[in-house]
């Protein structure tokens, strides 16, 4: 069977944007505010330390795993209308310095008898 795969490479600015995105929404337990940076904590698996400026100008630190940061991108992807598959299994990672969001299927459909 042929796998599909979709992979979104972040730059460091554009990871800031999709928590900046992430830390508007109310329905998730990451602090409303502002993301003002972040460092990976832990390669394998990933986790983040990210500081959020709240409202009322308060900093606090943040700790993302792997299963937050999908969450995170599946959000940014909605709300800038980048499609997502809902059938696919979702990952982060790092990768060449970059955050890779990938997203995998297992196509059945696809067949070498031609």
């Given amino acids: 069977m042929a796998i599909e795969i979709r992979r979104i ?3 460091q600015h554009e990871v800031q944007a999709v928590l900046n995105v992430y830390a508007k929404l ?3 337990n990451f602090p409303i505010g502002f993301v003002v940076g972040f460092e990976i904590k832990e390669e394998v698996p ?3 330390f990210v500081s959020v400026q709240l409202p009322n100008g308060e900093q606090v630190g943040v700790e993302m795993d792997e299963e937050s940061l999908v969450d995170a ?3 940014f992807c909605i709300a800038t209308k980048v499609p997502v598959s809902r059938k ?3 990952t982060m990672k790092l990768k ?3 955050l890779s969001f990938d997203m995998s299927l297992i196509n059945p459909s696809f067949s070498t008898n031609i």
């Fill in 26 to 28: 109310e329905e998730n």
């Fill in 9 to 11: 490479l972040l730059e």
């Fill in 96 to 98: 060449d310095d970059k």
């Fill in 46 to 48: 990933l986790t983040l």
């Fill in 73 to 75: 991108m599946i959000h």
């Fill in 88 to 90: 696919s299994k979702k």
